[in-house]
């Protein structure tokens, strides 16, 4: 028969470890090494960068400093501690389980004693990572899993406000268009809709009027700062079909208010060459020339680089089947999932940091089934985790958005 067991509310050895590693670090930029990890963050961790210039001296018999001072800086990793917390009715959850072990097109029982502890946790195992990966770059305010009330700003919003990094915008002719309109159904008016396409993702800046994004009830969002997946519908006309941050939900997105004026920037098949171009010449050589190096672009930037490479393959053949290279001139271009829209990060990995903290009791895992203590026969389950990040050297940061 189906069996529960359940931890210790504390930290209890490797098999809690592996959980919160699993929640933690197994993020899709975590993976594949986009990130330095520093384990062990109890409290603020001091990041200490120092850089100073070298002076080629005349030779002499006594030393003679050259005279310069090292700049010292620091940056820091705050770890926040938040929690996922589940409870599930005893015997649903045996149901799911159940159905889960049957074979296809077949009446047959499970076999075999099956930990449903284990099964509990699997269930919510890859949305806490997507949702940790979200948090980890877009900070809480976009993340609409984060509901706890201490701050965690996020990579991305942290790189944009900070004073020294590199930032482009999307201001000119070729990646930006002047929307005359924005109606209550979501459709924008633009002198011409001839460089988008179906399925383009663009993104609203500068909005005069009072347009809220209501996908997910109540008053709404400002659609300021919103990115969507557009339909053209004439010459001059497109719709906001689904906000980019709605991809897993696939909701389609709805509006209250009017707007008479904003900005439309976007990069899609037609200008993603240039957009790349533009990039590349403007990377420092020394931070492109190393070898962790990468630039981050979210997918829909990777469809278009695709589908523009495709293109320009004239009397290619399998030029439109066969899978492209993501990289740009020898600069790898990384996938970013459940990111920012129409942005771009050129950074090294060893410039961006994550801090956590396995081996601690503010992370920790428990699985409960209740009818024991309190005659409820339902199964709770309390994921708690401790996380910050930060960079190191805002100089050497590439950020481009709109």
């Not at 915008?169 to 268009?177: E, F, P």
């Amino acid at each position: 028969m189906a069996q529960f067991t359940f931890t210790n509310n504390t930290y209890a050895g490797e098999a809690l470890a592996g959980f919160m590693a699993s929640t933690l670090l197994e993020a899709d930029s975590v993976k594949r090494g986009l990130l330095t990890v520093i384990n062990d963050v109890k409290a603020r961790k001091v990041i200490l960068d120092v850089d100073d210039d070298v002076v080629l001296q005349d030779p002499s018999g006594l030393f003679t400093d050259q005279g310069t001072t090292a700049a010292q800086h620091e940056s820091y990793l705050d770890p926040v501690v938040y929690e996922f917390m589940k409870q599930e009715q005893w015997d649903k959850l045996v149901q799911s389980w159940e159905t889960q072990q049957l074979k296809p097109g077949a009446f047959q029982d499970y076999e075999g004693v099956v930990d449903l502890s284990d099964f509990m946790v699997q269930r919510y195992l890859t949305k806490i990572q997507i949702a940790n990966e979200r948090l980890y770059w877009l900070g809480k305010g976009a993340t609409k899993e984060a509901a706890f009330t201490a701050p965690f700003t996020g990579l991305l919003p942290t790189i944009a406000a900070a004073s020294g990094v590199y930032k482009v915008g999307l201001g000119r002719a070729n990646t930006s268009m002047a929307a005359s309109a924005i109606s209550g159904t979501g459709q924008v008016t633009v002198s011409s809709t001839s460089t988008l396409k179906d399925g383009d993702v663009v993104t609203i800046t500068a909005v005069t009027g009072t347009s809220k994004d209501t996908t997910n009830g109540g008053a709404g969002i400002d659609v300021q700062g919103q990115s969507y997946f557009i339909q053209v519908a004439s010459a001059t006309t497109f719709k906001l079909v689904r906000n980019y941050n709605e991809v897993n939900t696939r909701r389609p997105a709805t509006f209250s208010g009017s707007s008479t004026a904003a900005t439309v920037s976007y990069i899609n098949s037609s200008n993603v060459l240039d957009v790349l171009t533009g990039i590349y010449a403007q990377l420092d050589p020394a931070d492109r020339s190393q070898e962790d190096f990468n630039l981050q672009i979210p997918l829909h930037v990777g469809y278009a680089y695709a589908q523009a490479q495709a293109d320009k393959a004239v009397n290619v053949l399998n030029a439109f089947t066969d899978p492209k290279k993501m990289d740009y001139l020898g600069v790898p271009l990384q996938l970013m999932n459940h990111w920012q829209a129409n942005t771009i990060l050129g950074a090294r990995s060893s410039n961006l940091f994550l801090g956590v903290d396995l081996l601690g009791d503010a992370s920790e895992l428990s699985t409960v089934y209740m009818k024991p203590y309190t005659n409820d026969n339902v199964v709770r389950m309390k994921a708690r985790m401790k996380a910050a990040v930060n960079y190191k050297f805002a100089n050497e940061l590439f950020y481009l958005s709109a």
